[in-house]
Nanobody, 118 residues
Framework: QVQLVESGGGLVQTGGSLRLSCAAS????????MGWFRQAPGKEREFVAE????????YYGNSVKGRFTISGDNAKNTVYLQMNSLKPEDTAVYYC???????????WGQGTQVTVSS
């Protein structure tokens, strides 16, 4: 059974930083690509970043480029999202997701709340 457990959310002031973690179990980490998405109240889910453990390639949404960094630890089956220079518009529930190969994301975590105060 695949499980994704996020942690690290919280309340931070504008310009601050947070680091999210997503611990994956029940899957072979190197065979999946891992992503972070977010959803703010009343808005659609938005792609944030993606990490491919087998190639270490990363991809980012336009709204977070240059501020967020996604990384992974294959030994710990964990993916991280370092968020710097946070803005109030970054406030959302952040979700970790996993997809095998080139397929769509099929496994999702429960989400962690990030709130950026102005």
């Amino acid at each position: 059974q695949v499980q994704l457990v996020e942690s690290g959310g919280g309340l931070v002031q504008t310009g601050g930083s947070l680091r999210l973690s997503c611990a994956a179990s029940g899957l072979i980490f190197s065979r999946y690509h891992m992503g972070w998405f977010r959803q703010a109240p009343g808005k659609e889910r938005e792609f944030v970043a993606e990490f491919w453990p087998n190639t270490v390639n990363t991809y980012y949404g336009n709204s977070v480029k240059g501020r967020f960094t996604i990384s992974g630890d294959n030994a710990k089956n964990t993916v991280y999202l370092q968020m710097n220079s946070l803005k109030p518009e970054d406030t959302a529930v952040y979700y970790c997701a996993a997809a095998i190969g080139g397929h769509s994301y099929e496994y999702w975590g429960q989400g962690t709340q990030v709130t950026v105060s102005s």
